[in-house]
């Protein structure tokens, strides 16, 4: 763990990877609270595997039809932000059940990106990355690309915080008052999709949803305000991929995985001490 930080001002990719973590962490902990007050896990996770028809559409195009206009992690921002608008425009006053939704554009975007993949013609090698994270290969492209979009959640976030707190904790009496749930229903979904997208480019496909949760649940048994939730969760999830990457270096280990472990267990402290708490107040 010690050789990371003694290597850190020598290498530029692992200040890349810190970078990248303390951006990732903005987007992750202040959306990631919305997604665990809502209880809309499966939301993440239906967007991350979905993400995998817009990656593997972009390289088909690329290698298989020459088209270079659409790079992957464009590709992926597209698929992203349709999955939102059709997962909102579906879902509302419950005309269709939104468990089924989720499963369908779930499975339907696994299938299509594996079919693009299968057709395209090479080794898909950095396909296979963005499946299991490559925060280590970001590059400062990629740095500029979450700045940006971490000042579009957080601008968006400050914005409509009071109709994302009415709509997460009443809905319908957010409704009756005169909040056009409809609209912020979208924004929420778009919010989510490309916080995913930025995961997606750090632990991967398979384990973005770890990240977006985690922290922000450990958050939750801490603190009881959405607001401070939503701080706490950064700075839990900065701490956590920092150290991630650190324990990871030595023994090379997989980043995106090893980081997610770290969540794991830092959430099983909280729920531990949760519980401590209560069991001593039920003693008394």
């Not at 996770?45 to 464009?74: K, N, T």
């Not at 999955?83 to 089924?100: F, G, I, N, P, W």
């Not at 369908?104 to 299938?111: F, L, S, V």
């Not at 500029?144 to 979009?149: C, D, E, K, P, S």
């Amino acid at each position: 763990m010690f050789e990371f930080f003694h290597d850190l001002l020598s290498f530029p990719f692992l200040l890349n990877a810190v970078f990248a973590s303390a951006l990732i962490a903005v987007a992750a902990g202040t959306v990631g609270s919305l997604v665990v007050v809502r209880r809309s896990t499966y939301l993440a996770g239906a967007v991350s595997h979905s993400v995998l028809a817009g990656l593997g559409l972009a390289r088909f195009l690329q290698r298989g039809m020459g088209f270079s206009g659409l790079s992957p992690m464009g590709g992926a921002i597209l698929v992203a932000l349709g999955v939102a608008v059709v997962l909102t425009c579906l879902t509302r006053e419950d005309k269709h059940r939104s468990d089924t939704v989720l499963s369908a554009i779930w499975t339907g975007g696994t299938a299509l990106g594996v079919s693009f993949i299968a057709a395209t013609p090479g080794y898909q090698d950095d396909l296979m990355s963005y499946l299991f994270g490559s925060i280590l290969l970001i590059t400062q492209t990629d740095l500029l690309w979450m700045l940006l979009m971490d000042g579009a959640i957080i601008a968006t976030i400050i914005v409509c915080y009071n109709r994302f707190l009415a709509i997460a904790f009443n809905e319908e009496l957010a409704r009756l008052r005169g909040v056009a749930t409809l609209r912020y229903e979208l924004i929420y979904h778009i919010l989510t999709a490309l916080t995913v997208v930025l995961l997606v480019r750090m632990t991967g496909i398979v384990l973005a949803i770890a990240l977006l949760t985690l922290p922000a649940a450990t958050a939750g048994k801490l603190v009881k305000r959405l607001d401070w939730m939503m701080i706490l969760g950064v700075v839990l999830c900065f701490g956590i991929s920092l150290f991630g990457l650190a324990i990871s270096y030595t023994p090379s280990w997989p980043p995106g995985a090893t980081i997610v472990e770290v969540a794991l267990c830092v959430y099983g402290l909280a729920a531990s001490m949760t519980f401590l708490k209560r069991g001593r107040r039920g003693s008394l």
